[in-house]
């Protein structure tokens, strides 16, 4: 019996492991690289070129959530300072409601 419980509860782990992990599609992870890419290239950048980005991969106001949320996970790897972080986190969220 506790050889069952055991198998069980590691099971569920896996199962809950597995959906932690923020797998994106394809075209969010190619619009994801697009605006990573921007940023890194100019820290100081405006909503509306982040909003115009996110609107030539067909993201809208709607589904434009799936790829700013990854941002900031991955903004630490860009070479972005962490004075700098919290205001291109700012307009990410400005252009969210622009697309």
């Known amino acids: 019996m506790p050889f069952i419980i055991t198998i069980v509860v590691i099971a569920l782990l896996a199962v809950l492991i597995g959906r932690s992990r923020n797998q994106p599609d ?7 690289d697009d605006l ?32 700013t949320r990854l941002i900031k996970p991955r903004l630490q790897r860009t ?6 972080q919290a205001a291109v ?4 969220g400005r252009a969210k409601h622009l697309v």
Not at 26 to 32: D, K, Y
Not at 79 to 84: P, Q, S, V, W
């Open 36 to 67: 990573l890419m921007a940023i890194r290239k100019k820290p100081d950048i405006k909503a509306s070129e982040l909003a115009s980005i996110l609107r030539a991969h067909g993201f809208d106001r709607s589904n434009a959530n799936t790829v």
């Open 79 to 84: 070479g972005i300072r962490k004075d700098e």
């Open 89 to 92: 986190l700012h307009e990410v």
């Open 26 to 32: 394809e075209a969010s992870r190619r619009c994801l």
